[in-house]
């Protein structure tokens, strides 16, 4: 895939999260969180129980941790809450803890220690008949190797979810159908999966969750096994499908171009920690430490950095005239603009001018470095406000 094509849908996506952010903060007060996940371990191994609770322990290096325990903490002390609405990105290079994460929002692992609500139900606490039901109704997975029965047809595989809850055969076959064609299946329905190609495979996986109407779709890397051009598709199917209808998302991936197209926020894991929870501008703009600096390196700044982490402060004389930019216009418009129009930009909020770019604000973020054009990468300092 080219690098342009690669960049275009980074920039795309910063757009998009402009647009979810300004739906989002148009609508009404913020509900409680979807998912609230607080100091959550999970540690495989003999006597996992006492590490969590073990000042001794708990802190150990995870090779230490295994040399003298013999236990691998694959979730360490780990605490987010996703919001309604949210596309929540958990990354992290292999083995840093992520499936084991997702499963434990489940129990399809059962946490070592800590606590976990879905819609303020406390999952820890649920029995048999509860944990079924939110595993069937409240938070489908997509998997990523799709999971689906060999002998069943599309739809069969698309209504399966639907079958288990109960419902009737022509009820689960029509949804199924609106499912179908919703991801881009229509006149598939009666294939196997074996006469499908790995897109179109993970497309029923996606239908199968869709079909029972979930809460939250979890996705532990759903796309990992596919040609980088139909990864591409889906990660857009996912994208519009999160447009339309506003669904509660956890992604997890070790892909970084796939985190920052779809997240409205990412957690980085390493060693089964989250070492930086942030937007996508957040992250590649102030990495918390060199670990996640490393991580984002590549990353086309312009494309996900906006104009008010870019932008000084404005003289006076600046405070009036010439073109105008909103806070959230990403630098590679501004760059567009500016080499249009050849002047200083007015960065504009609700009608006030909060600063100004010039043309070594651009070039700063293009190089990776802060406002003065030297030393750190930008820290992402707030400027004062004219
Ligand atoms: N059932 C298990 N028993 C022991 N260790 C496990 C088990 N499952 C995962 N692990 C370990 O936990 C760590 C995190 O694994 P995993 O959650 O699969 O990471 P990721 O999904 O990020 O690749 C790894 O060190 C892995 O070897
Ligand atoms: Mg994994």
Redesign the pocket.
């Known amino acids: 895939m080219s690098e342009t094509h690669e960049s275009a849908g980074i920039a795309e996506n910063a757009k998009n999260a402009e647009d979810k952010a300004a739906a989002k903060s148009a609508g009404s007060a913020k509900s409680a969180p979807v998912i609230s996940v607080r100091n959550l371990w999970k540690v495989?191994?003999p006597k996992s129980h006492r590490i969590p609770g073990d000042p001794e322990l708990k802190d150990l290096s995870a090779a230490e941790l295994t040399k003298r325990t013999g236990c691998?903490a694959?979730v360490r002390d780990v605490s987010f809450d996703v919001q309604n609405g949210e596309v929540f990105v958990v990354m992290?290079?292999?083995?840093?803890?992520?499936?084991?994460?997702v499963r434990c929002l489940t129990r399809l692992i059962e946490p070592t220690a800590g606590t976990l609500e879905i819609d303020s139900h406390d999952v820890l606490g649920m029995d048999k008949a509860r944990l079924r039901e939110l595993r069937r109704k409240r938070a489908a997975m997509v998997f990523q190797n799709f999971g689906l029965l060999p002998h069943r047809t599309v739809i069969d595989n698309i209504a399966y979810g639907l079958e288990i809850q109960g419902m009737a055969k022509a009820e689960r076959r029509a949804k199924a159908a609106e499912m179908a064609e919703k991801v881009g299946l229509a006149g598939l329905g009666q294939r196997r999966p074996v006469e499908l190609s790995g897109g179109q495979q993970q497309r029923v996986g996606l239908a199968r969750a869709l079909a029972v109407d979930p809460e939250v779709l979890l996705f532990d890397e759903p796309f990992s096994a596919l040609d980088p051009l139909i990864r591409r598709d889906m990660q857009e199917e996912v994208i519009r499908l999160h447009r339309e209808e506003g669904r509660t998302m956890v992604f997890?991936t070790?892909d970084l171009s796939e985190a920052l197209r779809l997240g409205d926020r990412i957690a980085l894991?390493r060693d089964?920690e989250i070492v930086q929870c942030g937007t996508p501008e957040e992250i590649v703009a102030t990495p918390a430490d060199d670990y996640v600096r490393d991580f984002v390196r590549d990353v086309p700044r312009e494309q996900v950095i906006s104009v008010r982490r870019a932008m000084r402060p404005a003289d006076k004389s600046e405070a009036n005239g010439g073109a105008e930019l909103s806070p959230d216009t990403l630098v590679s418009d501004a760059i567009e603009t500016m080499a249009r129009g050849g002047e200083n930009l007015r960065v504009v909020d609700d009608g006030r001018t909060i600063g100004v770019i010039d043309y070594a604000c651009l070039l700063n973020v293009v190089a990776g470095l802060d406002e003065d054009g030297e030393g750190e990468p930008d820290k992402g300092k707030e400027v004062a406000a004219v």
């Open positions: 495989f191994g691998t694959a992290g290079l292999s083995g840093s803890g992520k499936s084991t994460l997890i070790h894991m089964g």
